[in-house]
Each structure stands twice: as structure tokens, then as C-alpha cells.
Nanobody, 124 residues
Framework: QAQLVESGGGLVQAGGSLRLSCAAS????????MAWYRQGPGSERDFVAD???????SYAESVKGRFTVSRDNAKNIMYLEMNSLKIEDAAVYYC??????????????????WGQGTLVTVSS
């Protein structure tokens, strides 16, 4: 199965920008969709954005117009460009791939996989 490693988190001032990366290694069969989630203190993990292999993207309403998700299929890296950061954007950001049936006659399934997270801190 794939392994996911996030990077790029750090401290930024409100209004600033930050670019996160998620590098996937191993078999790329399960990478049809890659997604970003985040979790603030005492909160559940919330969906942020996702990107399909064919270039389709979607966003949580709270980040539309400020965040851009993209991916480099040749390198198996997904990015999250975060602009106009707000205090409420501070969280641990996680990369994930959802479970899916492997195409074809096999009975194999791709397991849901999560990265370890990268911390984004936003100061006023």
C-alpha cells in the first residue's frame, strides 16, 4: 500500500501564505484521489480539499478562493497552496487517500491511508 508523508508546515502571520506537500510512495494504484484534512485543538478532522488523478478538485467552503490543491502525477506529490491565512486555519494538516476497490478481477482493496500530519501555526 501507499505511504504518505506531509511536509511544509510552519509558523506564518495571518494574511501570509504557506505551501504544503504530500509525497506518496509505493504502488500508485490506490492514488485515484488524494485529499487534505485538518484538525484543530479539541476538534474532529475536517475535509479541506481533494484532487483526482485526472485533475478534478474540490474544496471546503471555508477555504474556497484562498487555497489551491494540485498534484504532480509523475512524482506522486500533492500540494496545498494556502494564501490569505486566517487564525482559524491553524491546525495539523493531514494527507489521506480513501479506500477503493482495485480495478479488475482481483478481490484486493486499497486501504484508507493517512499521513502523520504537519503543523500549521498562524499568528496575529
Amino acid at each position: 500500500q501507499a505511504q504518505l508523508v506531509e511536509s511544509g508546515g510552519g509558523l506564518v502571520q495571518a494574511g501570509g501564505s504557506l505551501r504544503l506537500s504530500c509525497a506518496a510512495s509505493g504502488d500508485d494504484t490506490c492514488l485515484s484521489t488524494m485529499a487534505w484534512y485538518r484538525q484543530g485543538p479539541g476538534s474532529e478532522r475536517d475535509f479541506v480539499a481533494d484532487a483526482s488523478r485526472d485533475g478534478r478538485t474540490s474544496y471546503a467552503e471555508s477555504v474556497k478562493g484562498r487555497f489551491t490543491v494540485s498534484r504532480d502525477n509523475a512524482k506522486n506529490i500533492m500540494y496545498l497552496e494556502m494564501n490569505s491565512l486566517k487564525i482559524e486555519d491553524a491546525a495539523v494538516y493531514y494527507c489521506m487517500v480513501p479506500s477503493m476497490k482495485v480495478p479488475g478481477p482481483t478481490t484486493e482493496w486499497c486501504a484508507e491511508v493517512w499521513g502523520q500530519g504537519t503543523l500549521v501555526t498562524v499568528s496575529s
